[in-house]
C-alpha cells in the first residue's frame, strides 16, 4: 500500500440498509431472501405429511361407510381427527420442532386405532398400518421410527392371527419393504435437514457464522450472562482502507483474503468464543466469560496478527477493531452492537490500526495502538509505551 493511500482516511463503516444491499448482492442473494431453516423444512414436511394422512384416512373413512363397514368408518375418522391435531400441533409448536413429543404422542394413538380395526377386519384394515410406517419415519427420529414400526408390525400379525399364513407374509413382507424405504428416505432426509440449517448460519465466503447466526447467539449470551453473571464481552473489527484495496485488487482478491482472515481468527480465539463475517471486510468476536481486561488483550493481540502477518493478494494490511464488554442489566443486542460500531469509528478516526473500548458510559474509552496503550476514565489518563 502507498503511503498516500494510507493517509488516505476511508470512510466509515455503514450498518444501515443500503450496506446490507451491497453484501447481499456480493453473495448473490438479495437481502429480502427468506433463509429455509432447519426447523422450517421440518416444519412444512410435517404438516405436509400429516395432511396427507389427513386424506388419506378420509378416503378409507368414505369406502368403508359406502360399503356398510361402519366400525371402520368411525376408525377413520378417528385417525383423520389425529392427523388435524397433528397440522394443528406442528403450526402451534413451529419453532420447537426437534423438541416437540407430540408426533411421538398421535402416531401411538394412530397405532392403537389402527391395531383395533385389524383385530375386527384383518383383512381390509392391515393396509391402514402402510401410510403410517412411511410417516413415522418423518415425523420421528429413526430410531423412534424403527422401534414404533417393529412393535406396530409385530402386533398387527398377531391381531391378524386368523388370515392365512401365506397372506400374513404376504403383508407382512409389503409392510417391512415399505418401512425400509422409508427408513432409507428418512436419514437422506433428516441429514439434509440438518445440512440445510449448517447453511443458515454459516457464511460459505469465509467459514465463518454469519449476521443471522450473530443475531441469534448474542441474544442467548445476554440472557445467559444476565442470569448467572458472567462477563460477555464483544469485538468489531473491519480492515482498514478496504475502498482502495478494493479499487485496486477487486472483490474476488478479497473474499479469498476475507477467507484467510476468518481462518486465522478461528485459530486465535478460544475455543469458547466464536467470529462472524459480517460483509464489506468486517469481523464481529463473540467472547463470553471475558472481563474488560481479558477483551483488551484478546482485541490487541488479533491487532497485531493482522497487522504482523503475509496475506494472499495484498501481502500485508491492519485492522482497527472497536470493543465494548456488557454492564449488569444490559439485555439490548442492538445497543452493545452499536456501541461496538461507534468504538470501531472512533478507532478509524484516530488513525486506524487501533483498538478502541467503549464502555457502558460514553466518557469510559480507553484506546491502543501499534505505538501506545492508553486508558482514560474519570478524568485520569494512562500511557505507556510499548
Not at 377413520?76 to 407430540?102: D, E, F, K, V
Not at 462477563?231 to 475502498?243: K, N, T, V, W, Y
Amino acid at each position: 500500500m502507498t503511503p498516500a493511500a494510507s493517509r488516505k482516511r476511508p470512510r466509515k463503516p455503514c450498518s444501515g440498509p443500503r450496506n446490507r444491499v451491497a453484501t447481499g448482492r456480493l453473495h448473490g442473494r438479495t437481502p429480502e431472501a427468506q433463509v429455509m431453516t432447519e426447523t422450517a423444512l421440518r416444519t412444512r414436511t410435517n404438516s405436509v405429511v400429516y395432511a396427507l394422512m389427513l386424506l388419506c384416512f378420509m378416503i378409507l373413512a368414505e369406502r368403508s361407510l359406502r360399503y356398510g363397514f361402519y366400525e371402520l368408518f368411525f376408525s377413520g375418522l378417528a385417525i383423520t381427527a389425529l392427523a388435524a391435531a397433528g397440522i394443528a400441533a406442528t403450526l402451534i409448536r413451529r419453532h420447537r420442532q426437534l423438541q416437540t413429543r407430540s408426533h411421538l404422542l398421535i402416531l401411538v394413538l394412530m397405532a392403537l386405532i389402527i391395531l383395533q380395526a385389524i383385530a375386527r377386519e384383518p383383512s381390509l384394515a392391515f393396509y391402514w398400518l402402510y401410510p403410517m410406517l412411511m410417516a413415522a419415519f418423518l415425523l420421528l427420529r429413526v430410531r423412534q421410527a424403527a422401534a414404533l414400526c417393529a412393535a406396530g408390525l409385530l402386533l398387527s400379525l398377531i391381531a391378524a392371527w386368523n388370515l392365512p399364513l401365506r397372506e400374513q407374509l404376504t403383508l407382512a413382507g409389503t409392510a417391512l419393504l415399505l418401512a425400509a424405504g422409508a427408513g432409507w428416505f428418512a436419514r437422506h432426509y433428516h441429514a439434509s435437514a440438518r445440512y440445510v440449517d449448517t447453511l443458515t448460519i454459516v457464511d460459505p465466503e469465509t467459514g465463518a457464522y454469519n449476521e443471522r447466526s450473530l443475531n441469534e447467539t448474542l441474544s442467548r449470551e445476554i440472557s445467559r450472562s444476565e442470569a448467572t453473571g458472567h462477563p460477555l464481552s464483544m469485538a468489531l473489527l473491519r480492515i482498514d482502507h478496504r475502498e482502495e484495496l478494493s479499487g485496486v485488487y477487486g472483490e474476488e482478491a478479497l473474499a479469498g483474503l476475507s477467507a484467510a482472515i476468518s481462518q486465522s481468527l478461528r485459530t486465535t480465539i478460544r475455543a469458547g468464543d466464536s467470529h462472524y463475517h459480517l460483509g464489506d471486510g468486517r469481523f464481529f468476536l463473540l467472547l463470553p466469560f471475558t472481563p474488560e481486561e481479558g477483551l483488551r488483550v484478546t482485541a490487541e493481540r488479533v491487532r497485531r496478527l493482522l497487522g504482523e502477518s503475509r496475506w494472499p493478494t495484498v501481502e500485508s494490511i491492519t485492522a482497527s477493531i472497536g470493543s465494548t464488554t456488557r454492564s449488569p442489566g444490559e439485555t439490548s443486542a442492538e445497543a452493545l452492537r452499536q456501541r461496538c460500531e461507534e468504538a470501531l469509528g472512533e478507532a478509524q478516526r484516530r488513525g486506524h490500526d487501533q483498538v478502541w473500548h467503549l464502555g457502558a458510559q460514553a466518557h469510559s474509552m480507553s484506546s491502543t495502538s501499534r505505538d501506545s496503550t492508553s486508558s482514560r476514565s474519570s478524568g485520569s489518563s494512562i500511557s505507556t509505551s510499548d
